[in-house]
């Protein structure tokens, strides 16, 4: 389901998938983003059937809702920023009662103003949206074993499965700061979700918990794994 609801980078029609409850009365969450955010839908989906939730998703691979340019758009005749403000008029049509977004923290924008030119990006498209009423809750992106020279935790995983603590990878360098915490402390009653401590300890970050191999990669968390987290999601958007 994450895969036929995350548009490839080369559109900018929107396309969207609705799920969670469908119960006429239920609470509308807006998940909107990139891959990034793409991976907390199966959470969401649980949480919203056990919430009385409905889902809508708006999301494109390496596209956060930003306006400020990522590099890599002009690759494709900055078919992101239009993927943007589509996604925008969109979202004041909707009117969710809340918007949920989460992002690659390793994208590169191209401003000369550093973190405080992409988050000033990232609060443009939901100005309107905010004073629409809609919440917005960015989830903070999830640690990244790239980051921190693990490139596939699966394939480790299986290499050394009776010690994966040998697939572990240091918390500091996985953790990216990510632009969104300056843009949820710079938007007004923006509210900034930090997951980071179910990963990682104080030191490393886990390849494996509960059983469940937590990447599928070196930087998406796992369908399953996401799972493991819609009690912890729904409790965090209450």
């Known amino acids: 389901q994450v895969t036929s609801c995350l548009q490839s980078h080369e559109f900018t029609r929107v396309t969207s998938c609705t799920f969670g409850s469908t119960q006429p009365d239920a609470k509308t969450i807006a998940l909107v983003g990139d891959s990034h955010a793409a991976q907390w839908m199966p959470a969401l989906d649980i949480a919203g059937r056990a919430n009385n939730w409905s889902v809508t998703t708006y999301l494109r691979a390496s596209c956060p809702f930003s306006t400020t340019y990522r590099l890599q758009a002009f690759e494709y005749d900055n078919a992101c920023p239009k993927w943007v403000s589509a996604v925008e008029e969109s979202l004041l049509e909707l009117k969710p009662d809340v918007i949920v977004l989460s992002a690659y923290s390793m994208h590169a924008y191209a401003t000369d103003n550093g973190i405080d030119g992409v988050a000033s990006g990232m609060i443009e498209p939901l100005a309107a949206l905010a004073q629409a009423d809609s919440e917005i809750v960015f989830i903070r992106d999830t640690p990244i074993p ?50 980071s401590d179910v990963f990682c300890g104080d030191t490393l970050c886990a390849p494996v918990i509960g059983n469940v191999i937590v990447y599928k990669d070196g930087d998406h968390i796992s369908a399953t794994f996401s799972k493991t987290l819609a009690a912890k999601l729904a409790n965090a958007l209450q």
């Open 146 to 195: 790239l980051a921190a020279n693990q490139a596939d935790i699966p394939a480790c995983v299986d290499k050394y499965r009776e010690s994966t603590e040998h697939c572990a990878f240091d918390r500091y360098k996985g953790l990216v700061f990510d632009p969104q915490q300056r843009a949820a402390e710079t938007l007004a009653g923006a509210q900034f979700i930090d997951f």
